[in-house]
């Protein structure tokens, strides 16, 4: 069946970084663009960063621009997450998901991610 895992979030102190990963499997990878998403307690759920099916577009929020970079493995059927200059407006459920149509079609379970000093 269809999986999303993600892994990596934790606590980390104002200014560190995380590295998030998510790997995928049940479907054919390769051939979805993939998007980083996260949801803060008591706010909506909001896009962090995209990446196209081969990875040679990607796209961020402006929260996160300049600190946080995505990137895919087609060959391990994983996306990243790289988080540096973690903020605490960065605490946040973490979630990959696989788009279809450009619309998210799969959703992992979510990471917690917790920047505090």
């Known amino acids: 069946q269809v999986q999303l895992v993600e892994s990596g979030g934790g606590l980390v102190q104002p200014g560190g970084s995380l590295r998030l990963s998510c790997a995928a499997s049940?479907?054919?990878?390769?051939?979805?663009?993939m998007r980083w998403y996260r949801q803060a307690p008591g706010k909506e759920r909001e896009l962090v960063a995209g990446i196209t099916s081969v990875g040679g577009i990607r796209n961020y929020a402006t929260s996160v621009k300049g600190r946080f970079t995505i990137s895919r493995d087609n060959a391990k059927n994983a996306v990243y997450l790289q988080m540096n200059s973690l903020k605490p407006e960065d605490t946040a459920v973490y979630y990959c998901a696989a788009l279809q149509g450009g619309y998210p079609r799969y959703w992992g379970q979510g990471t917690q991610v917790t920047v505090s000093s």
């Open positions: 049940g479907f054919t990878f390769s051939s979805y663009a």
